[in-house]
C-alpha cells in the first residue's frame, strides 16, 4: 500500500470525526482561561484568588470551536444568498 492510499483514509477519519465533535458539542473550554471564566493569581502571602474576567470567553469559559464557527458561516452565507 503506498503512503498517498494510507494517508487519505487517516485524513478523512480526522475530518469526520472533528466534523462529528463539533456537531456533537459545540463548544469547548476556553484556551486562555482553562475553563474558568477569569485567570488566577495569588495574593501576597502565595494564595490563589480570582483575577480579572476572561475577555476572551466574556467569562462563561466556553469558545465556540474553529469548525462550528466555519458551518455556521457557511450556513448563514447560504441562507442569505438564497432570498
Not at 483514509?9 to 482553562?34: D, E, H, I, Q, W
Request: proline share 4%.
Amino acid at each position: 500500500m503506498t503512503l498517498i492510499a494510507l494517508a487519505i483514509p487517516c485524513l478523512m477519519f480526522v475530518t469526520f470525526g472533528y466534523s462529528a465533535l463539533c456537531a456533537a458539542s459545540p463548544f469547548g473550554t476556553c484556551r486562555k482561561c482553562n475553563g474558568f471564566g477569569f485567570a488566577t493569581t495569588t495574593d501576597r502571602k502565595g494564595r490563589p484568588k480570582r483575577g480579572k474576567s476572561c475577555r476572551r470567553c466574556k467569562a462563561t469559559g466556553k469558545r465556540i470551536r474553529a469548525g462550528r464557527w466555519l458551518f455556521n458561516r457557511a450556513q448563514r452565507i447560504y441562507r442569505e444568498g438564497i432570498h
